[in-house]
């Protein structure tokens, strides 16, 4: 599986970033998709999943600002983040499983400035 992922860059608090993730050399729409995302200094966390069937989940920090969707026409996921904060700055790495092994995209930094 190849997963890349775009979107990131600096924004001010309480702006918006959408990152998408474009992956190939799967069957897209069987896989589970997830958002994970790595702070300087600490361990990459999951921030939000969907489902092969749609279903999501999110970290409770994010929740009520941050939305996962998938378009298995165009092989992509999607993370919409609103309102963000500070404490949002990391590198986000789009992820899925694959013959049992976890597989990452290349990620994309966001920055949200005070």
């Known amino acids: 599986v190849q997963l890349q992922a775009s979107g990131g860059g600096l924004v001010q608090a309480g702006g918006f970033l959408r990152l998408s993730c474009g992956a190939s050399r799967i069957m897209f729409s069987a896989y589970d998709m997830a958002w994970y995302r790595q702070a300087p200094g600490k361990e990459r966390e999951l921030v939000a999943s969907?489902?092969?069937?749609?279903?999501?989940t999110y970290e409770n920090s994010v929740k009520g600002r941050f939305i996962i969707w998938r378009d298995n026409f165009q092989d992509a996921v999607y993370l919409q983040m609103n309102s963000l904060k500070p404490e949002d700055t990391a590198v986000y790495y789009c992820?899925?499983?694959?013959?049992?092994?976890?597989?990452w995209g290349q990620g994309t930094l966001v920055t949200v400035s005070s």
């Open positions: 992820s899925t499983v694959e013959r049992d092994l976890r597989r």
């Open positions: 969907i489902t092969t069937g749609g279903g999501t």
